[in-house]
T-cell receptor, first 120, second 110 residues
Framework: GAVVSQHPSWVICKSGTSVKIECRSL??????MFWYRQFPKQSLMLMAT?????????EQGVEKDKFLINHASLTLSTLTVTSAHPEDSSFYIC????????????????FGPGTRLLVL | RKEVEQDPGPFNVPEGATVAFNCTYS??????FFWYRQDCRKEPKLLMS???SGNEDGRFTAQLNRASQYISLLIRDSKLSDSATYLC???????????FGTGTRLQVFP
């Protein structure tokens, strides 16, 4: 199946630091990627939908100036947590869906392995 | 009301047991339904899609009841390796977004 990678897998940083997380589709082109956040014992919450070559669509309550998303190529989307604070500590997961020949997105969503962020 | 609701568990069952998880969703326009499995500190992995006619994959059977907006997952002959959190996931038909339930924790013991 399709493979999605994330880098780094772990980040520990000081409060006020900006952290960039990369999400790559390794064997397919992902025109659309999704960024999720998961706090302990909670469900995955969609933060934003990242579209190649255009602005990301953010979910209600997610600050777009704090969580910068760039999807500059068909295989790479980045999430930058600007001026991270301890409350931003979480498990960040990206996913991608394969674009089918007719233009629709395939149903299966392929997840990256996630990035654990700990802000001290 | 949450968009997707699940009993968080945990469900503690012995090996070989049959266990069933339930899930309800609030948006009647939902069109696609899935069960994902998530191991501790890992990403979710698709277990199976759920269809109105019901579908089975080995020891796993999923059912969908659109009228009641209810989804179920049945695991027969539980294995130790089935221990994980099972996430009920719904796709609203007019968007590409997946809505995740909080998950049901299963612990299979010897």
């Amino acid at each position: 199946g399709a493979v999605v990678s994330q880098h780094p897998s772990w980040v520990i940083c000081k409060s006020g630091t900006s952290v960039k997380i990369e999400c790559r589709s390794l064997d397919f082109q992902a025109t659309t990627m999704f960024w999720y956040r998961q706090f302990p014992k909670q469900s995955l919450m969609l933060m934003a939908t990242s579209n190649e070559g255009s602005k990301a669509t953010y979910e209600q309550g997610v600050e777009k100036d704090k969580f910068l998303i760039n999807h500059a190529s068909l295989t790479l989307s980045t999430l930058t947590v600007t001026s991270a604070h301890p409350e931003d500590s979480s498990f960040y997961i990206c996913s991608a869906r394969v674009r089918l020949s007719g233009g629709a997105l395939g149903e299966t969503q392929y997840f990256g392995p996630g990035t654990r962020l700990l802000v001290l | 009301r949450k968009e997707v609701e699940q009993d968080p568990g945990p469900f503690n069952v012995p090996e070989g047991a049959t266990v069933a998880f339930n899930c309800t969703y609030s948006n009647s326009a939902s069109q696609s339904f899935f069960w994902y499995r998530q191991d501790c500190r890992k990403e979710p992995k698709l277990l199976m899609s759920v269809y109105s006619s019901g579908n089975e994959d080995g020891r796993f059977t999923a059912q969908l009841n659109r009228a009641s907006q209810y989804i179920s997952l049945l695991i027969r002959d539980s294995k130790l390796s089935d221990s994980a959190t099972y996430l009920c996931v719904v796709n609203l038909g007019n968007t590409d977004k997946l809505i995740f339930g909080t998950g049901t924790r299963l612990q299979v013991f010897p």
